[in-house]
């Protein structure tokens, strides 16, 4: 339950604006493990956008169209609100990796996924990427196998409490492959 004041998550409605822009990204983090199936809940989105200026440029639109706003440590929304920050391609291309509240809750934008050895881009995930319909719209689910590494590389405590229930998705996906 979102605190009060706070932005109800609607995964749906990021997921069909982004769709609606024709934003190239591919789902990491909570929501991409729960398009595996976990039950583990989540309340923002992940993703590692296509780096080019083209797609940064519908990313960006998408982000405008949700209104976003910088998410800020320790910051509340509303001041957060009257941060001077445009929101474009340039902007998003200089953080690299910034988080985003919107009016359908949290998303964060990755430059790329960090995995134990080194960073994962758009361009190394995609093949790897599984196509599923979700919420009626077909995204690019980064591979089980991505997620688990990078949740293995945070090492935070959600991170470790998701792993057992990751780990017998990619068993059972394992065996369903054999």
């Known amino acids: 339950m979102p605190a009060e004041g706070s932005t109800r998550f609607d995964p749906e409605r990021i997921i069909a604006v ?12 909570g929501f991409g493990a729960q398009a ?56 998003l291309r200089g953080f690299g990796s910034s988080t985003w509240m919107t009016d359908a809750g949290p998303v964060d934008v990755l430059g790329d996924l960090p995995v134990a050895g080194g960073r994962r881009t758009y361009e190394e995930l995609l093949p790897r990427a599984v196509p599923r319909r979700v919420h009626g719209v077909v995204i690019r689910l980064a591979a089980l196998d991505d997620i688990v590494a990078s949740k293995e590389h945070a090492n935070r405590d959600k991170d470790r409490e998701a792993l057992p229930e990751l780990r017998r998705l990619q068993q059972r996906q394992s065996q369903l492959e054999e």
Do not use: K, W, Y
């Open 18 to 29: 982004f769709d609606a822009h024709a934003v190239e990204c591919v789902i990491v983090g």
């Open 36 to 91: 595996h199936g976990a039950h583990r809940q989540t309340i923002d989105i992940d993703v590692v956008p296509r780096s080019t200026d083209d797609n940064l440029g519908r990313l960006a639109a998408a982000l405008r169209e949700l209104g976003a706003r910088l998410r800020v440590g320790g910051m509340a929304d509303e001041a957060a609100r009257q941060l001077p920050v445009t929101v474009d391609a340039a902007t």
